[in-house]
């Protein structure tokens, strides 16, 4: 009994150290989640150094940084010299001191799950805390003046619209001019088409660039299991493999192949360049300092001879991540554009239940519901092997008086028992590991689920019933502070809400209703399991407790059925639990009397 009590407390140890780790860790390095120019240097005077820490979806965290975005955008929003963009997707403005597109907001999507929120901004223009933003033009040549950052540009219209494209003109004086025109459609795809005629005396020399500049301070949180950095297709294979920490550690990163589509992603949200199909372009990703980064996309010199013009085309997505809305792009030409969503190895299996999700989604109307009827499905498809399963219970339990006796007879050779012991199996038709297939078939269902969750955009947002506003987010009510009643946070470990209590207790009535644990090690952790399983699923999205809590209603609905089919198991069942109980008893009772007897 000392080693069996051993055994269960190293394990609820082992499953304290995994709980409490990542909180120790944040604790220890509170710089570890926080933009890379920051974890250079040391916060400022005063400064709390956990607000500037990534979060999920990212966005600008600390309070400071809102204000000063909120009024520098006010400011520069403000100039004559823009022209506005409006499309279903998305609006915002581009800027004609240096032709940049450093103005967008998501028209479809909200910052927060409350209905006045603002929509997302996309993009934000240069020196400001949320800058981030694309331009288009050509490097300085030795030939001939180039336009640059400084340049103002004239435009041949004030509204972008997917039925209205807006071309941007500069002649520089000496024979050149240059434009670039500018489409967009009903998503978030914007073409820009640079076109330099050269009306001079002689050829002159033209090296086209497009770039995306972003800073870190916006990123989400870039983890093991979902991708948020810099991204890009290169000869037909996306890489994943560089986070801001590598690219300001070499200062430029140049991968290998030509560039497919070059950007920056971050868990819902995009911002790529998709460069000429009949150019080489050079690409790669550069540290510009203090947390800004650069993706850039510099063609091969042109050279343009006189009275000729040379065009190319570059292609810029900014937004969200909308499967169905990569997917056409990528049968459009854009070579695995759809792999823009981080779904990792298991994208085999996590793209059907996503799809499976979302067309149920689609008749229901509320993805709660979508959840409950893929549960459902899930359930109903797995019954079978549930009939297999009980079916090879109730043989195990047929056989135990057999299995007894064989390990009574050979309690002195156990090779010669297990060999007595499998022969027995065989004989009998029994497979002892039959019961285990449910829970081995449910393992990548469960997690496909979890990426699904905390990896598409269709789930974002999404409400279910009540208190629950976001499917994707954990359950924002807490025990612990009375669901808010009380003026306190509950640490993350302990923010208990209704969703994982019912995962607790649900865990607990399928757990009681399974027949008893022949080792009293098993029961002990049989015993605890609901209840580590209520505290490792509190922080993960209320998505998935609402999947597990329903699993675990069927299953026990499908026990009780399936113990109605099998009248000896269930009997067998309540024999062995007050067997195991009063056998617990009697070593209590006889514990006690030893320790009585010793003093």
Request: proline residues 6%.
């Amino acid at each position: 009994m000392s080693n069996q009590r051993n055994i269960v407390v190293a394990v609820a140890l082992s499953m304290l150290l995994l709980l409490g780790w990542e909180y120790a860790m944040n604790w220890v390095y509170p710089e570890r989640n926080k933009p890379v120019a920051e974890q250079a240097a040391a916060p400022a005077k005063g400064a709390d150094p956990t607000v500037a820490k990534r979060t999920r979806e990212g966005g600008l965290q600390d309070a400071g940084d809102i204000a000063v975005e909120q009024r520098e955008l006010a400011a520069d929003l403000k100039s004559p010299a823009r022209v506005k963009i409006q499309a279903p997707s998305l609006t915002g403005s581009i800027n004609l001191h240096g032709a940049l597109i450093d103005d967008l907001t998501l028209n479809d999507f909200r910052q927060t799950v409350d209905k006045d929120s603002g929509p997302v901004r996309m993009f934000s223009p240069l020196r400001t805390p949320a800058q981030h933003f694309a331009q288009f033009g050509w490097a300085p040549g030795a030939a001939g003046q180039m336009p640059n950052a400084d340049t103002l540009w004239q435009a041949d219209g004030t509204v972008l619209t997917p039925k209205t494209p807006v071309t941007l003109r500069w002649a520089n004086g000496q024979g050149q001019t240059f434009a670039i025109r500018f489409a967009i459609d009903d998503d978030y795809l914007i073409t820009a088409t640079q076109t330099v005629a050269n009306t001079g005396a002689g050829p002159i020399i033209a090296k086209p660039f497009a770039l995306i500049n972003r800073t870190d301070r916006t990123a989400s949180a870039d983890t093991w299991n979902v991708h948020s950095g810099p991204i890009g297709a290169f000869d037909g294979s996306v890489d994943f493999g560089n986070n801001y920490k590598d690219v300001a550690k070499t200062g430029t990163i140049s991968p290998s192949g030509r560039a497919d589509w070059i950007g920056f992603t971050d868990i819902y949200w995009l911002s790529a360049l998709v460069p000429d199909a009949r150019g080489k372009p050079d690409s790669d990703f550069r540290s510009l300092g203090n947390g800004l980064y650069r993706a850039d996309l510099i063609y091969q010199p042109d050279t343009v001879p006189a009275g000729k013009q040379i065009t190319r085309t570059t292609r810029l997505f900014a937004g969200a991540k909308e499967s169905a809305v990569l997917d056409r792009y990528e049968a459009e030409g854009i070579s695995n554009f759809g792999l823009a969503i981080d779904w990792g190895w298991f994208r085999w299996f996590e793209r059907p239940i996503f799809l499976l999700l979302d067309k149920l989604f689609g008749l229901v109307g509320n993805f709660g519901v979508a959840i409950i009827l893929l549960t459902v499905i899930i359930r109903g498809i797995m019954f079978p092997i549930a009939q297999k399963q009980f079916s090879s219970m109730a043989g195990m339990r047929a056989i135990q008086p057999k299995m007894k006796a064989l390990q009574e007879r050979y309690k002195d050779d156990k090779a010669k028992q297990q060999q007595e012991i499998m022969a027995l199996y065989k004989k009998e038709g029994v497979n002892p590991l039959a019961g285990c297939l449910p829970i081995l078939i449910q393992i990548p269902i469960f997690f496909a689920l979890y990426k699904v969750l905390i990896l598409t955009i269709e789930m974002r947002h999404q409400p279910f019933v009540l208190w629950i506003k976001d499917l994707s987010a954990p359950d924002p009510l807490h025990i612990l502070n009375l669901f808010g009643a009380l003026p306190y946070d509950v640490p993350g470990f302990l923010a208990i809400g209704p969703l994982a209590l019912l995962l607790g207790v649900t865990m607990w009535l399928q757990f009681r209703l399974n027949p008893a644990a022949m080792d009293p090690i098993q029961q002990q952790m049989f015993a605890l399991m609901p209840w580590v399983m209520m505290f490792v699923m509190a922080p993960f999205a209320a998505g998935l407790l609402l999947y597990w809590i329903t699993s675990n209603v069927l299953t026990i609905a499908q026990q009780t059925y399936l113990y109605s089919r099998h009248p000896q198991l269930k009997e067998q069942a309540a024999r062995d639990k007050a067997d195991m109980a009063a056998k617990t008893a009697r070593e209590k009772a006889e514990k006690a009397a030893s320790k009585e007897a010793g003093k």
